[in-house]
């Protein structure tokens, strides 16, 4: 990422999500909240593209599975959940360069499964519409 794109992200109050793992390695991923609501950013780089140089899709999937995934801890209040179904329709191409934004929107809560929706934009335009069940997990 350029510092002008970093700059950009830090001015308009997004910060970093502390991560490791796989998702260490396909951020950094953002995060601001916005009213109450968390919104997820991830700014594309030249170590996303596919074999037509554009956004993998599995980087789409990845981030919209993350976005969601830390909604429903956030709405839960539990550290522990696991996805246990993804549904991602990709909708346009994402470009190298551009910085992609999911705000994911709970749907419903019940005592052990949390649904959520999100679409996944870059500027105005949709990318991808992902929703997903959330299984709360018992603590260890």
């Not at 830090?10 to 009213?35: A, C, K, M, Y």
């Not at 709970?106 to 949709?126: H, Y």
Request: glycine share 10%; hydrophobic share 40%; charged share 20%.
């Amino acid at each position: 990422m350029t510092k002008t794109g970093l700059a950009k992200l830090e001015s308009d109050g997004w910060e970093i999500v502390d991560t490791s793992g796989f998702l260490h390695l396909v951020g950094p991923l953002w995060q601001r909240n916005v009213d109450g609501a968390y919104e997820y950013a991830l700014h594309t780089e030249d170590k996303h593209h596919n074999r037509r140089g554009l956004v993998q899709g599995g980087v789409i999937m990845t981030f919209a599975d993350r976005a969601c995934g830390m909604t429903a801890r956030f709405v839960s209040g539990k550290p522990h959940l696991a996805t246990v179904q993804l549904d991602v329709h990709f909708v346009e191409v994402g470009k190298i360069g551009e910085t992609l934004i999911a705000r994911p929107r709970v749907v419903r809560t019940t005592k052990s499964l949390i649904f959520i929706t999100t679409e996944v934009t870059a500027g105005e335009r949709v990318i991808a519409m992902a929703s997903g069940v959330f299984k709360i997990l018992k603590s260890a």
